[in-house]
């Protein structure tokens, strides 16, 4: 049972826009905590792909992007393409200073 | 550029120990956070411990507390961790992470390839 709460699963057809939720408490993302996203291509190790809740990476293309508010975030992802293809996972910290993860979502393009 | 580099993974019995290292290059390393995520077989990531560029501050998961010990040798650019008592549930994939360390922002900015930790009799 991961700490930060996301889909399982997503998809939608190339050149569609999809998002993934993250949802935690006050005692993490409520609580003022960052929230970041990683990519994870099949095989390969996470990726950061959004870091401090919007921001991109140098390299991370702008169809990708963030969002925080309250006690959840969402990453959205416009103009999908088959190299999106991939497990996703939102991250932040807690009040104990405890990094907690969601337990990933994966993205299918139809 | 950065780039990190696990070893040490593989094959342990149930009770037994195994001690990860991951080499550093590319960034100011005794400056870093740097910390462990493990990943495993078909699952999800899951923090493991930190510790503090200075070596004064460490964490770990309550799921490995008492029984892992992170550490670091700034002098060889390498990041360490020492696991005793292990068991199936710490089969998994071992990633070695840096960390971005600005609270309330902390983020895992780079990560090594992993290294396959199998615990089974």
């Known amino acids: 049972q991961s700490v930060l709460t996301q889909p399982p699963s997503v998809s939608g057809a190339p050149g569609q826009r999809v998002t993934i939720s993250c949802t935690g408490d006050?005692?993490?993302?409520?609580?003022?905590?960052?929230v970041h996203w990683y990519q994870q291509l099949p095989g390969t190790a996470p990726k950061l792909l959004i870091y401090?809740?919007?921001n991109r990476p140098s390299g991370v293309p702008d169809r990708f992007s963030g969002s925080k508010s309250g006690t959840s975030a969402s990453l959205a992802i416009t103009g999908l393409q088959a190299e999106d293809e991939a497990d996703y996972y939102c991250?932040?910290?807690?009040?104990?200073?405890?990094?907690?993860f969601g337990g990933g979502t994966k993205v299918t393009v139809l | 550029q950065v780039r990190l580099e696990e070893s040490g993974g593989g094959l342990v019995k149930p009770g037994g120990s195994l001690r990860l290292s991951c080499v550093a290059s590319g960034f100011t390393f005794s400056d870093s956070y740097m910390g462990w995520v493990r990943q495993p077989p078909g699952k999800g990531l899951q923090w493991v411990s930190y510790i503090s560029g200075d070596s004064g501050y460490t964490k770990n998961a309550d799921s490995v507390k008492g029984r892992f010990t992170i550490s670091r040798d700034d002098s060889k650019f390498a990041l360490h961790l020492e696991m005793n008592d292990l068991t199936a549930e710490d089969t998994a994939i071992y990633y070695c992470a840096r960390l971005q360390w600005q609270i309330p922002q902390n983020y895992f900015e780079s990560w090594g390839q992993g290294i396959l930790v199998t615990v089974s009799s």
């Open positions: 006050r005692s993490n993302i409520g609580g003022g905590y960052a």
């Open positions: 401090n809740n919007n």
């Open positions: 991250q932040s910290f807690d009040v104990s200073l405890s990094a907690v």
